[in-house]
């Protein structure tokens, strides 16, 4: 860490009191956060940034995919899933019994049984990155793969398939976009947690004179950091790290550092 670096980061160093998590607030009771704001006294508040919308079935067609030229699928999400099925029953097109199913995990292979009966149908779990899947799809190399996402997406599947000269098609069932953020009048915290280039781009979008001044920023993961970064804003705690492996180990080490404890 250079000299420069360090006096930002000591400027910055003040005692942490809110929080806002850009994400939906977990379902979980015991959820890390929750933990978390009340370890350390805490106002922690969750609020999505962005938001999924289905791809409109007529804006479909426009990409020119036809479905049943393929004999498998890469689900990586839920949101994949139930878009993939909702195009598919919009086009009336009747997935075939032998479609053979690529689940990034082992949640969303699960999730199939909403549209599915699984126990009939052809499915292979990773266990939770596109590099999980990559020795099950090399058994299957002579499949034509479709991949459902979104318009933004990372480029984990598309280079593993690129790497292994597999076919795939990528067809774009669904969209993220910003949410509307216009009832959050404030936006005053010590620390705003984002886990998404997209979360900045909301941010901008809504709030395109916010100005960071003492607000610390979070990044989980490295294309959320440069977003940050390329945004001008400062970044201040970084996940994952070697001894904080998820967000809320991040922050609390922050905290510690910040509030003295």
């Given at each position: 860490?250079?000299?420069?670096?360090?006096?930002?980061?000591?400027?910055?160093?003040?005692?942490?009191?809110?929080?806002?998590?850009?994400?939906?607030?977990?379902?979980?009771?015991?959820?890390?956060?929750?933990?978390?704001?009340?370890?350390?006294?805490?106002?922690?508040?969750?609020?999505?940034?962005?938001?999924?919308?289905?791809?409109?079935?007529?804006?479909?067609?426009?990409?020119?995919?036809?479905?049943?030229?393929?004999?498998?699928?890469?689900?990586?999400?839920?949101?994949?899933?139930?878009?993939?099925?909702?195009?598919?029953?919009?086009?009336?097109?009747?997935?075939?019994?032998?479609?053979?199913?690529?689940?990034?995990?082992?949640?969303?292979?699960?999730?199939?049984?909403?549209?599915?009966?699984?126990?009939?149908?052809?499915?292979?779990?990773?266990?939770?990155?596109?590099?999980?899947?990559?020795?099950?799809?090399?058994?299957?190399?002579?499949?034509?793969?479709?991949?459902?996402?979104?318009?933004?997406?990372?480029?984990?599947?598309?280079?593993?398939?690129?790497?292994?000269?597999?076919?795939?098609?990528?067809?774009?069932?669904?969209?993220?976009v910003p949410s509307d953020l216009s009832d959050?009048?404030?936006?005053?915290?010590?620390?705003?947690?984002?886990?998404?280039?997209?979360?900045?781009?909301?941010?901008?979008?809504?709030?395109?004179?916010?100005?960071?001044?003492?607000?610390?920023?979070?990044?989980?993961?490295?294309?959320?950091?440069?977003?940050?970064?390329?945004?001008?804003?400062?970044l201040d705690i970084e996940a994952p790290l070697?001894?904080?492996?998820?967000?809320?180990?991040?922050?609390?080490?922050?905290?510690?550092?910040?509030?003295?404890?």
């Amino acid at each position: 860490m250079s000299e420069v670096t360090e006096k930002i980061t000591q400027d910055r160093l003040r005692k942490v009191e809110s929080i806002l998590v850009t994400q939906a607030r977990p379902t979980d009771e015991k959820s890390p956060y929750f933990e978390l704001a009340k370890k350390f006294n805490l106002k922690v508040d969750f609020r999505s940034f962005i938001e999924v919308k289905g791809l409109d079935h007529r804006d479909f067609r426009r990409q020119k995919v036809d479905i049943l030229a393929h004999t498998a699928i890469i689900l990586t999400s839920r949101n994949a899933v139930d878009n993939f099925f909702r195009i598919a029953k919009e086009l009336r097109i009747e997935i075939p019994i032998d479609m053979k199913y690529f689940c990034i995990s082992e949640q969303t292979a699960n999730y199939l049984q909403k549209y599915i009966v699984i126990r009939k149908r052809k499915i292979f779990v990773g266990q939770k990155t596109a590099a999980d899947l990559e020795a099950l799809i090399l058994k299957h190399k002579g499949e034509k793969f479709l991949f459902p996402c979104s318009n933004i997406r990372s480029n984990d599947i598309p280079n593993l398939m690129n790497r292994n000269d597999l076919h795939l098609t990528e067809a774009i069932m669904y969209e993220t976009v910003p949410s509307d953020l216009s009832d959050l009048t404030e936006v005053f915290y010590d620390i705003i947690c984002f886990y998404s280039p997209s979360g900045i781009t909301s941010l901008n979008s809504n709030f395109p004179d916010w100005k960071q001044n003492n607000t610390r920023l979070a990044a989980f993961g490295p294309t959320t950091a440069k977003a940050i970064r390329d945004a001008g804003f400062i970044l201040d705690i970084e996940a994952p790290l070697p001894n904080a492996p998820s967000m809320t180990g991040a922050l609390e080490l922050y905290i510690k550092k910040a509030n003295n404890i």
